[in-house]
């Protein structure tokens, strides 16, 4: 019988327990059951494993240090060899994908000159403008571009342009902009992407959708004639060449300067709709005022109280006068009555001058017969009101005269018509733009001057119903809006003047109505019912204006008695006018606040920026 201990020792394998499992008993009990000729005795099969498994020679001899040397050195080459093939080919992926970031990486530009301008890209950042050298480019205004043939730079032209980035649109491979001049200038920019130069364009593209509204770019590109709602040039866009920035605004703002330039009526109208705009604060505005003044209103704001300023000069050099500039830091107060800001004068007190009233009379000692500044004016008035500044801007002068004081309102009225009437025709480009934003119509005047006197004044005021009790107080600004809407309707006149105010409101250097000493020969001027002016004959008489002093209780210090002293040496008889600036710009456009018609205003709340 053969022995089952071979056959169930192969059976116990996992494998063959599975296998014969799967056939079912039968099969294992046939395959037990086999003729011993079929079955591998034990011994035979270890036999057999040892001859597959183990070699059947003598043991191998031990390699010699030599062999084993060689067989080291052989693994090590092949190890080498492997780590050289992986080097080479961390290489070769290294330096595709540096060609394919440095063919994707877009450079700063620094642009030299117009002749090497080949060798540069056409798009990247411009390097920081550091007067490296004068490229030779030619910047041109926007204003000067144009769809028509008698434009100055029209159709088929190629131009370079330096402006802001008002708005841009990328899609696909598209992009339109829109670059702004002079806050008000606009015209259209566009790219498409080229077949012919897939990547230049993609990387153009590219290059385009790094850029943020309201950053510096240069722009240059070709005129071509189109139809563009979006811009003031609306007969012609520019075919983008070459576009790099020369600096970038920040990608998230303050505010943005679209919502700036709205309407407070179009703002107001949004509010029921599914996308009302925004309403930017006075702080905020203020806190950003550079942002703020980007908006078109509001630059030409600035540009008419520039011209405000030239034909103040235009009018005043065509009769005779003579600019100066007095000084700021004073010994004491030029105005009585006015708060005056003090500071440390190497160890005495000085104060920031309230006008340049004291030293514009001792040019009139001086023989300078007429004259005139514009500068700074500083009040420490704790006034928070729309119409109030610590510190504006005065437009000043002061004339000999003749006889009476209406030869100084003649020639200030004349100012004032040549500012009106220049304002309108001169700058009607700003002043369209202002009134889209701020709505206003031009100020009324008369040809010769409107002057009321103080009488006729509290018998209008008294018939609209005011109490003027002795009828020697000051005016409330109450009563000056219905003085001015009673004038208006009675002269037809936006801009009038009232003269003979009474003496105890004026400042001590107010000469006297020499018919009755409670009034004086002073005058303030109106626009729309709002004080924009105040002036007076001046007192130049050296006792008259010593008694004046000492009834208002003012000590005389050096500041005053060197200006008493210049009439003890001689002085013509003189006259003259304060005028704010501010106030001016801020009643002619119709502002609803003074703020809006200065740069950087001052107030008791605010000394910066």
Not at 299 to 316: D, K
Not at 462 to 490: I, S, W
Not at 562 to 580: C, K, L, M, N, Q
Not at 583 to 588: A, I, K
């Amino acid at each position: 019988m053969v022995s089952t201990t071979p056959m169930l020792l192969f059976l116990s394998s996992a494998g063959v327990r599975r296998a014969v499992g799967s056939f079912g008993p039968s099969v294992a009990t046939a395959f037990l059951n086999a003729p011993a000729s079929t079955v591998m005795p034990m011994a035979t099969r270890q036999q057999s494993l040892n001859t597959r498994f183990m070699s059947t020679d003598a043991p191998a001899e031990e390699k010699t240090e030599e062999e084993q040397a060689a067989i080291k050195a052989q693994r090590e080459a092949r190890k080498a060899e492997k780590e050289r093939k992986k080097a080479e080919k961390e290489a070769k992926n290294a330096a595709k994908a540096a060609a394919e970031e440095a063919a994707n990486r877009i450079d700063d530009v620094t642009y030299l000159s117009v002749s090497e301008q080949d060798s540069y890209e056409p798009m990247g950042d411009m390097s920081v403008v550091m007067s490296r050298s004068r490229s030779g480019r030619e910047f041109v205004n926007v204003g000067d571009i144009g769809g028509s043939d008698d434009a100055k730079y029209g159709p088929g032209e190629t131009v370079w342009l330096r402006g802001r980035l008002n708005s841009i649109r990328v899609k696909g491979g598209s992009c339109f902009l829109v670059l702004r001049q002079n806050s008000f200038d606009t015209v259209q920019a566009c790219f498409f992407k080229d077949k012919e130069n897939p990547e230049l364009s993609a990387k153009m593209i590219k290059y385009l959708k790094t850029l943020t509204t309201e950053s510096m770019v240069d722009l240059q590109g070709t005129v071509a004639a189109a139809d563009v709602k979006s811009a003031s040039v609306q007969d012609a866009e520019l075919v983008i060449n070459r576009i790099h920035a020369v600096s970038k605004a920040d990608a998230m703002l303050p505010f943005l300067v679209e919502d700036a330039a709205r309407s407070e009526k179009e703002v107001e109208e949004s509010q029921d709709t599914d996308r009302p705009f925004p309403r930017l604060g006075q702080e905020l505005r203020l806190d950003h005022r550079w942002l703020d003044l980007r908006a078109p209103a509001n630059n030409a704001i600035m540009r008419v109280q520039s011209a405000i300023c030239q034909l103040f000069r235009e009018s005043l050099y065509s009769q005779g006068f003579v600019e100066i500039h007095t000084p700021k830091l004073i010994a004491g107060e030029s105005e009585s009555g006015a708060g005056v800001f003090t500071t440390d004068y190497f160890g005495t007190t000085a104060c920031l001058a309230q006008s340049p009233q004291l030293y514009k009379q001792m040019a009139i000692s001086s023989d300078l017969d007429r004259v005139f500044e514009i500068g700074p004016v500083f009040r420490a008035e704790n006034s928070n009101t729309r119409r109030h500044l610590c510190e504006f801007t005065g437009l000043d002068l002061e004339m000999a005269i003749n006889e009476h004081y209406m030869e100084t309102l003649e020639v200030v009225h004349n100012m004032f018509k040549h500012i009106f009437e220049n304002l309108e025709t001169r700058w009607a480009k700003e002043l369209e733009v202002i009134r889209t934003q701020y709505e206003s119509e031009p100020v009324t005047f008369t040809d010769e001057p409107c002057v009321l006197h103080w009488p006729e004044a509290m018998e209008i005021l008294k018939e609209k119903g005011f109490d003027m009790g002795d009828e020697l107080g000051d005016l409330t600004g109450a009563m000056e809006l219905a003085l001015g809407a009673a004038v208006k309707e009675k002269y037809g006149t936006d801009f009038f003047m009232l003269d003979k105010y009474p003496s105890n409101i004026r400042p001590f250097y107010t000469m006297p109505d020499p018919a009755d000493a409670r009034f004086s020969n002073s005058y303030d001027m109106f626009i729309r019912g709002q004080e924009i002016c105040s002036g007076a004959q001046r007192c130049h008489d050296p006792d008259l204006v010593t008694e004046i002093i000492n009834q208002k209780g003012i000590e005389i210090g050096d500041g005053l008695k060197t200006y008493i002293e210049s009439f003890r040496h001689g002085v013509s008889p003189h006259a003259g006018a304060g005028i704010g600036l501010e106030r001016v710009v801020f009643l002619y456009l119709g502002l609803d606040n003074v703020r809006k018609a200065s740069m950087f205003p001052r107030d008791p709340n605010r000394c910066a920026p």
